[in-house]
């Protein structure tokens, strides 16, 4: 018997592998050990821990559940306020408190990040997306970034250009996880369970008035129903991209998911998104919706069926609400105030086009909107507004003044190479593939008009998840393409099944 002691064999013998499941072994004692310190002490914090811990291994284990997981996460905005420590108002205002930069969306990265570093599955080196987004979105940051040298807010410039470092981090890890049609289908399906359970808790509110986080929206008898957001209007917009991804999957589900969570889906959104009280996201669905079910790689005729049972459910859920809901009538009579209505402010918007004016080229700094405001442009406030609202809600005009001429035509170019992208892929996609990239098309579409009147659109976390989905489309399609070159441009008229 003969002992080696080669410096290789001693690497060998001190560093064994570790067995996968050890990971989930020890990811479940953790969690039963959070689980136990739960009942003494900070409950929600030790839950949360054990919830995270189990997550982390269920994402060890399999790695192609990150995609869902961060679907079913990224809507906790309420999640925010668990976390006593990184405390900001910048991601949220409204009156409401400081919460922290921590929330279950982030964690999830955070997971995402460790399991790749642990057990990618892949080469590392596939994080960094080869796409014709990549360029464009380095660009953006850097305009970002060199903005805090300059910035009137030099602090908030900082949190926004690390809000986009984050973000850029999230649309780079979703291609890496959601690498093949499987994990695709999770993940979109995910995207439709979580509009619809976020929509059974948004009808819980209306029915008992109970309100979980923003007690202000129920006041002066204008109930507005936030679920888990902050601010109503982005809960509209995540229950309208639920709501547009659910046709798209009709046709490529079994029958048990059709009727149990893509029907219940459409009708439970669609009734919420009335009582978050959002006429913008009124409007942007009336655009989006019959848009997204023209795009579906169906037959012409069917097309029709669907865009016209849409119209006649909503005519008709709108004259029940207009006879018994007198706040809806009253919503909808303010469209008579043109775009303020949609939740614009005049005043912000020419506030905004004057700070371009003063810095043409480099504008006021990323994030530094609000402090040059209220610093040198609060002259601009309407009067007759009684709510002190200072942070702009037009995220082209912020764009602008923030960020100049130089961050707009970054922007700008980044939007090129979106559109780029999803041309060049739906001509390579087949039925199915074709489907789930237009419902990804349509949520940035949302987003992008979305934010025209109540902000946050780069800030928004489903812009960049809908991105990475859209990279992850196209890998797919490359990594197939051993099958067959032809693929069909539709499925037939009255095909309901897989």
Not at 140 to 161: C, G, K, M, N
Not at 360 to 379: H, I, K, M, N, S
Not at 481 to 498: F, H, L
Request: with cysteine.
């Amino acid at each position: 018997m003969s002992l080696s002691f080669s410096s290789r064999a001693l690497r060998r013998d001190a560093l064994p592998r570790i067995p996968d499941a050890a990971y989930s072994a020890a990811a479940l004692l953790a969690a039963v050990a959070f689980a136990i310190a739960a009942l003494y002490a900070h409950p929600a914090m030790f839950a949360i821990a054990a919830v995270l811990a189990l997550g982390a291994a269920v994402a060890l284990y399999e790695p192609r559940v990150i995609g869902p997981m961060l679907v079913l996460a990224l809507p906790l905005e309420i999640s925010k306020i668990a976390f006593p420590f990184l405390t900001t108002r910048s991601e949220l205002g409204g009156g409401l408190g400081p919460t922290s930069v921590v929330d279950a969306g982030r964690l999830v990265v955070a997971i995402a990040f460790m399991v790749w570093l642990i057990r990618p599955g892949r080469p590392r080196a596939d994080v960094l997306p080869t796409s014709i987004l990549t360029l464009p979105l380095a660009l953006l940051f850097a305009v970002y970034a060199i903005s805090t040298l300059y910035a009137v807010d030099a602090s908030a410039a900082r949190t926004e250009s690390l809000r986009l470092l984050f973000s850029l981090g999230s649309f780079a890890l979703v291609p890496f996880f959601v690498r093949d049609r499987e994990s695709l289908r999770w993940t979109l399906g995910a995207l439709v369970f979580a509009a619809s359970g976020l929509a059974i808790a948004g009808i819980y509110q209306q029915i008992t008035d109970t309100f979980f986080w923003n007690e202000g929206l129920g006041l002066f008898g204008q109930r507005r129903i936030n679920a888990s957001f902050a601010d109503p209007n982005h809960f509209a917009r995540f229950l309208l991209e639920g709501t547009i991804v659910a046709p798209g999957l009709w046709f490529f589900v079994e029958r048990p998911g059709k009727f149990a969570l893509l029907l219940p889906a459409f009708g439970l959104g669609m009734l919420t998104l009335v009582f978050t009280g959002s006429r913008g996201s009124w409007i942007v669905g009336l655009v989006v919706l019959p848009i997204t079910v023209a795009a579906l790689p169906v037959a012409r005729s069917l097309r029709l069926r669907m865009i016209g049972m849409g119209a006649a459910v909503l005519a008709l859920v709108a004259c029940v609400l207009a006879a018994f809901n007198p706040y809806f009538s009253n919503r909808v009579d303010t469209f008579k105030f043109g775009f303020e209505a949609a939740g614009a402010r005049p005043y912000l918007v020419e506030a905004g086009l004057n700070m371009f004016t003063d810095h043409p080229l480099t504008g006021v700094g990323a994030g530094g909107y609000q402090r040059a405001f209220e610093d040198d442009y609060y002259g601009y406030k309407d009067p007759k507004i009684k709510a002190n609202i200072t942070m702009s809600h037009t995220s082209a005009v912020t764009i602008l003044a923030e960020l100049g001429v130089i961050g707009a035509v970054a922007v700008l170019f980044v939007i090129a190479r979106w559109a780029q992208l999803l041309r060049d892929t739906v001509r390579r996609a087949d039925p199915e593939l074709k489907a789930a990239l237009a419902g990804v098309a349509m949520i940035s579409v949302i987003i992008f008009l979305g934010s025209q009147t109540e902000g946050r659109f780069l800030e928004d976390p489903f812009l960049w998840l809908a991105a990475g989905l859209a990279v992850a489309i196209d890998t797919i399609i490359v990594a197939e393409r051993g099958g067959p070159t032809v693929v069909p441009d539709r499925i037939d008229d009255d095909i309901t099944e897989p």
